[in-house]
């Protein structure tokens, strides 16, 4: 029996930024789940599928991700925001989550994941400047 691909939920309402994204899962060696733009069609994945860290983008044409986040949080499923939403803009309660700022770098994507593989369900405090890796 052979291991399992870490398995990425990308929840993004930009169709070209969520191809960005999955590709780099893909040359990763991961498996996109999705994308979705779509709370409802993230909260749906996040009850049905098998799932190991999420990419987040918070704003989705007129809603935010933060029932997703919550969803991902009751199951331990870490996850990263990919954003251009200020911080203070937040609920408190995920203030202190991975950020990755919009524009970024994919190598700044690659990073990212790493350290949340690295770091499991607490990736509090990880901040990432957008052309930075």
């Known amino acids: 029996m052979g291991t399992r691909k870490v398995r990425v939920l990308v929840v993004e309402d930009s169709l070209s930024l969520a191809d960005m994204i999955c590709d780099q899962l893909v040359e990763q060696g991961m498996e996109p789940v999705g994308p979705v733009a779509t709370v409802e069609g993230a909260l749906r994945l996040v009850r049905e599928s098998e799932l190991d860290l999420a990419v987040l983008d918070i704003k989705l044409r007129n ?19 990919v954003t251009g ?3 203070q803009e937040f609920p408190a309660e995920f203030r202190t989550m991975a950020v990755l700022t919009k524009p970024f770098d994919p190598g700044a994507l690659k990073l990212a994941l790493g350290i949340l593989l690295g770091t499991g369900a607490d990736p509090a405090g990880l901040r990432l400047p957008n052309a930075q890796i």
């Open 63 to 81: 809603e935010t991700c933060f029932p997703v986040c919550r969803a991902l949080a009751a199951r331990r499923i870490p996850f990263l925001f």
């Open 85 to 87: 939403t200020k911080m």
